[in-house]
T-cell receptor, first 114, second 115 residues
Framework: GENVEQHPSTLSVQEGDSAVIKCTYSDSASNYFPWYKQELGKRPQLIIDIRSNVGEKKDQRIAVTLNKTAKHFSLHITETQPEDSAVYFCAAIYSGGGADGLTFGKGTHLIIQP | GAVVSQHPSRVICKSGTSVKIECRSLDFQATTMFWYRQFPKKSLMLMATSNEGSKATYEQGVEKDKFLINHASLTLSTLTVTSAHPEDSSFYIC???????????FGSGTRLTVV
């Protein structure tokens, strides 16, 4: 099955700086890579995703890059704000139409220092 | 769109009793739903895949007789934790993916505490 590694486990950045979280996956068949933000005691919220036919995707301050050859993908948050503080999870899956569950990384606790 | 509702949000039960958690897709039909468990400060771990009208598929290491899953309709899946023990205390969260749409939507989760 799929195995997803995520680094770092904790990331502290100054407000306004950029944050980068990296993930690697093991199954070359995986073709869908979502990123979730989870606040304490809340449900994970999808913030951005990318499919294997695209190398990069951007949505305002958030971007995701994918390197299929190296089997790694990264989340980039620019101009960080206090409300970006949360736990971020990457995931990977071979998406055949929603029939399979996600394999998550272990999470990154992002702390935005004022 | 793509809303998943989960109930209850919190439950405290005595050791040895059973607890049922409901997961509903409110505005779409879900032939498949997923159940995850999340321990404090840990990641979400897939427990099982709930299939409408057929048996659930359990991940390795998850006891199917302890975590009973029923998916009797296209909008409802239930997870029953039977003979609960303190080590079953966790955050249980369901998920579904609207057919043809991107992404998986999560329920609000259930905080189970077994005393």
């Amino acid at each position: 099955g799929e195995n997803v590694e995520q680094h770092p486990s904790t990331l502290s950045v100054q407000e306004g700086d950029s944050a980068v979280i990296k993930c690697t996956y093991s199954d070359s068949a995986s073709n869908y890579f979502p990123w979730y933000k989870q606040e304490l005691g809340k449900r994970p919220q999808l913030i951005i995703d990318i499919r294997s036919n695209v190398g990069e995707k951007k949505d305002q301050r958030i971007a995701v890059t994918l390197n299929k050859t190296a089997k790694h993908f990264s989340l980039h948050i620019t101009e960080t704000q206090p409300e970006d503080s949360a736990v971020y999870f990457c995931a990977a899956i071979y998406s055949g139409g929603g029939a399979d569950g996600l394999t998550f990384g272990k999470g990154t606790h992002l702390i935005i220092q004022p | 769109g793509a809303v998943v509702s989960q109930h209850p949000s919190r439950v405290i039960c005595k050791s040895g009793t059973s607890v049922k958690i409901e997961c509903r897709s409110l505005d779409f039909q879900a032939t498949t739903m997923f159940w995850y468990r999340q321990f404090p400060k840990k990641s979400l771990m897939l427990m099982a895949t709930s299939n409408e009208g057929s048996k659930a598929t359990y991940e390795q290491g998850v006891e199917k007789d302890k975590f009973l899953i029923n998916h009797a309709s296209l909008t409802l899946s239930t997870l029953t934790v039977t003979s609960a023990h303190p080590e079953d205390s966790s955050f249980y969260i369901c998920s579904a993916s609207p057919q043809g749409a991107k992404g998986y939507t999560f329920g609000s989760g259930t905080r189970l505490t077994v005393v």
